[in-house]
């Protein structure tokens, strides 16, 4: 599901130019100058945070146009909408259907790579036992290749102790047909004003 204008951690970089290509990917303000680009200008890059490119040197950033990435953004768009439907309703079918066979899931940059479908869904087979009232909600979806990214926030109640948790993060994703074959959530879990624990 596509965030609102609940957030404005979800809203366009003011440095982000409106023009975007039909199907495609934006370009940031001082990226569209290319080679025309002034001294100044380029000192001032550094600013531009929202910008992929930003703390490439001059000669390192590409200046030719950003190819379009309308068919991963739309793909992109339809599975984590789907895995968020997923995870909100305790539908480990639903959820699970966004993977491929041979998927890999990383669910912080410290564990351990869990390798196939039937790992990937042991790890979510305990949501609908443990959370409920889940809502989620997903970002804008950038694409390069492949390869897509959102952030998203989850909200739910612990069934067993009726403590809410927020959950805020990023996902990373990598695809094959219509399916994800990588997957890495980078995200951090909040309850009573501390990190917390995934159930």
């Not at 495609?24 to 025309?36: I, Y």
């Not at 001059?58 to 789907?82: F, W």
């Amino acid at each position: 599901m596509a965030a609102g204008s609940e957030s404005a951690r979800y809203a366009r970089h003011p440095l982000w130019s409106a023009e975007t290509p039909e199907g495609g990917q934006e370009t940031c303000a001082w990226r569209k100058l290319g080679p025309q680009r002034s001294e100044a200008e380029k000192s001032a890059r550094p600013h531009c945070a929202a910008c992929m490119f930003n703390g490439m040197d001059s000669g390192e950033c590409p200046t030719s146009p950003l190819p379009v990435q309308g068919a991963t953004l739309s793909l992109g768009r339809s599975l984590v909408d789907t895995f968020g439907t997923g995870w909100e309703k305790g539908n480990l079918d639903l959820l699970m259907s966004v993977y491929a066979p041979e998927v890999v899931f990383v669910e912080t940059p410290f564990s351990e790579p869990l390798k196939g479908h039937e790992a990937v869904r042991r790890y979510w087979a305990e949501v609908p036992y443990n959370q409920s009232e889940v809502t989620f909600r997903s970002g804008e979806i950038y694409a390069a290749g492949p390869w897509f990214s959102t952030e998203f926030k989850c909200l739910y109640r612990r069934r067993r102790t009726g403590e809410w948790v927020e959950a805020r993060g990023a996902i990373f994703c990598e695809t094959a047909g219509d399916r994800i074959t990588e997957m890495r959530m980078y995200w951090h879990r909040w309850n009573g004003g501390r990190d917390t624990s995934k159930p």
